[in-house]
């Protein structure tokens, strides 16, 4: 499974779009990227996935760079709720997710 | 869909006794995983079973830890005995195939004094 390295925190305002980065440059050819996020004192939860396409969702948008060694996860209007852990992982070969710290985001009324 | 249950949700125990959690997964999910989370650190795989059989255990501290899936459904997760650095929280989750949407349960969190 692929390294990731992702900020240790962010801020956002609340209504504004968040940009939440993620490196991957160790990734191979098969692996997703795949965002979950852990709101306090519940597990996590899946956000999104993908494999080399952009992908859109209910919850968020996810852009791939062209040499997949980075992504973006895009939430285009951050509520409070939206304040959570979000954790990029790239693997999937394994049938198992390995988690890092993840980013921890604060949004401000 | 009913999602992954868990159970106790809380537990505090003293160090050196025994402590068992629970979990029953989306009904169909074929593949298992129980997690560690230590306060400010992500979870932790600790072991993976699919159907009943274990597919990783490698992370499993196995001279105090255990865990079975009975008939590929429940699964239970054992510590004996237990020891401080375990006070974590505990989670559970399940998929149906693979690694793409694991559903996770709330996790039990477990105290050691």
């Known amino acids: 499974d692929a390294k990731t390295t992702q900020p240790n925190s962010m801020e956002s305002n609340e209504e504004e779009p968040v940009h939440l980065p993620c490196n991957h440059s160790?990734?191979?050819?098969?692996?997703?990227i795949h965002w979950y996020r852990q709101l306090p004192s519940q597990g996590p939860e899946y956000v999104i996935h993908?494999?080399?396409s952009n992908v859109n969702n209910r919850m968020a948008s996810l852009a791939i760079a062209e040499d997949r060694k980075s992504s973006t996860l895009i939430l285009h209007r951050a509520t409070l709720r939206d304040a959570a852990v979000y954790y990029c992982?790239?693997?999937?070969?394994?049938?198992?997710?390995?988690f890092g710290t993840g980013t921890l985001l604060a949004v401000q009324p | 869909e009913a999602g992954v249950a868990q159970s106790p949700r809380y537990k505090i125990i003293e160090k050196r006794q025994s402590v068992a959690f629970w979990c029953n997964p989306i009904?169909?999910?074929?593949?298992l995983y129980w997690y560690q989370q230590i306060l400010g650190q992500g979870p932790k795989l600790l072991i993976q079973?699919?159907?009943?059989?274990?597919?990783?255990d490698s992370q499993l501290p196995k001279d105090r830890f255990s865990a079975e899936r009975l008939k590929g459904v429940d699964s239970t997760l054992k510590i004996q005995p237990a020891k401080l650095e375990d006070s974590a929280v505990y989670l559970c989750?399940?998929?149906?195939?693979?690694?793409?949407?694991?559903?996770f349960g709330s996790g039990t969190r477990l105290t050691v004094v």
């Open positions: 989750a399940s998929s149906q195939t693979g690694v793409n949407g694991y559903t």
């Open positions: 160790t990734i191979s050819g098969t692996d997703y």
């Open positions: 993908g494999l080399t």
């Open positions: 992982i790239g693997g999937g070969a394994t049938n198992k997710l390995i």
């Open positions: 009904s169909g999910h074929a593949t």
């Open positions: 079973f699919q159907n009943n059989g274990v597919v990783d």
